[in-house]
T-cell receptor, first 109, second 114 residues
Framework: DAKTTQPPSMDCAEGRAANLPCNHS???????VYWYRQIHSQGPQYIIH???NNETNEMASLIITEDRKSSTLILPHATLRDTAVYYC??????????FGTGTSLTVIP | DVKVTQSSRYLVKRTGEKVFLECVQD?????MFWYRQDPGLGLRLIYF???????EKGDIPEGYSVSREKKERFSLILESASTNQTSMYLC?????????????FGPGTRLLVL
């Protein structure tokens, strides 16, 4: 699986958009980008995934650059409950997800 | 909504005890997984199963075994618990789908071995 690089921490004001970046410069053509988050002491929660096109669901939007070497997860209106560690994962064929250290997002009132 | 449940949120056991961690999913998923999560090490795969009575070793199977007698249930067994097995244990399930195989996680069991 391709390696991902994320900033270790970010802050966001409540009600503003949170933009979480991820670099995956070694991604190959058939690898998907997945985002999960983990609220303290809970299991990881699936957010969204994509291959080439931008994706949106009820939780977030995923923007993937045209060269697919980076992506951004957007939480459009961050709330305090969005405070969590966010993991960007590049997934190829295989049996597991490789979670790195992720980005610790703190939403500030 | 996919629901993955784990039998305990917190568990305290003594060294040498046999420990059973149970995981149940209600979405008829073929695939089930057991991970452990430790600070600085991320999630590491212990065992997984693609079907009833089937099991495959992950990256760190030593000291663990698993059982999958029914499709919805996947058990992790610590044959003789040791202090280095103190960890957060996470169960996940998914449909088979290759690279699009989204895994759904349970709430986790925090195990302390004294």
């Amino acid at each position: 699986d391709a390696k991902t690089t994320q900033p270790p921490s970010m802050d966001c004001a409540e009600g503003r958009a949170a933009n979480l970046p991820c670099n995956h410069s070694t991604i190959s053509g058939n690898e998907y980008v997945y985002w999960y988050r983990q609220i303290h002491s809970q299991g990881p929660q699936y957010i969204i995934h994509g291959l080439k096109n931008n994706e949106t669901n009820e939780m977030a939007s995923l923007i993937i650059t045209e060269d697919r070497k980076s992506s951004t997860l957007i939480l459009p209106h961050a709330t305090l409950r969005d405070t969590a560690v966010y993991y960007c994962i590049v997934r190829s064929t295989g049996n597991q997800f490789y979670f790195g250290t992720g980005t610790s997002l703190t939403v500030i009132p | 909504d996919v629901k993955v449940t784990q039998s305990s949120r917190y568990l305290v056991k003594r060294t040498g005890e046999k420990v059973f961690l149970e995981c149940v999913q209600d979405m008829d998923h073929e695939n089930m997984f057991w991970y452990r999560q430790d600070p600085g090490l991320g999630l590491r795969l212990i065992y997984f199963s693609y079907d009833v009575k089937m099991k495959e070793k992950g990256d760190i199977p030593e000291g663990y075994s698993v059982s999958r007698e029914k499709k919805e249930r996947f058990s992790l067994i610590l044959e003789s618990a040791s202090t280095n097995q103190t960890s957060m244990y996470l169960c996940a399930s998914s449909l088979p789908g290759g690279q699009q195989e989204t895994q759904y996680f349970g709430p986790g069991t925090r195990l302390l071995v004294l």
